[in-house]
């Protein structure tokens, strides 16, 4: 889920650590089911990246201090790691898709995911304004381009093909807009797609603030932020 967060163990057998994150996701945190053993030598190469300089070679922020603690030595020869699960729970974009025929539909929908779940900015946040290309109808912001390549990657379609050209989709569905309701299946898949990446920005800039407020503004030189969209 969006909110999951997980702390990459300390130990000194990488493998061992990342089979301890496996054990943790799978019985603690994750929802989705998703395999991380693709991840394994990127989480492991992330987290030997965070091998902690001496003090004299650091700017001394608060995450990644040499302790003089003899008994906390071997914790901290790795800054800590945080994991963040950043795309929405996929049955919440089935929903969107499959669930909310009508604007009313939507609005309900979208008030539940900012006001009550936190997916989305709330409404008085400025990061809202980024969410719908038309606030009446409540439709996400997107692009030609990227719902181009979502379709493609969807549907197989040419991904140099004409936006306009209709494409005939897995189901046997044609691309073509529908008159009735102006919507397709393509497109009602691609705004689950929409919602999914606009959830993730949200999450990944959320972290980032909160961070700074943590810091009074002060700058991390050290954090690095890495994002895993897919494998």
Known sequence: ??????????????????????????????TEGHDLHPYRHLLQFCRRTTKKKKKADYDGTKNCTDSSND??????????????????????????NKECPDVEAKRNFFDEMSNERGYLPREDDPMHRALFEDTSSFKLRGSPEHQLLIQSLMSGADLYSSPAEEVEGEDGSCGGVDEEEGETPMSRLYEAQLLKDHAMGFRIASLMLDHHDESCGLPHSADRYIVISGF
């Open 1 to 30: 889920g969006t909110t999951a967060a997980h702390h990459l163990p300390f130990s000194e057998d990488d493998d061992e650590a990342f089979e301890e994150l496996v054990n943790s996701y799978k019985n603690d945190y994750g």
């Open 71 to 96: 008994n906390d030595a071997a914790n901290n020869d790795y800054c800590e790691v945080h994991l963040h699960g950043g795309f929405i729970p996929r049955n919440h974009a089935a929903r969107l």
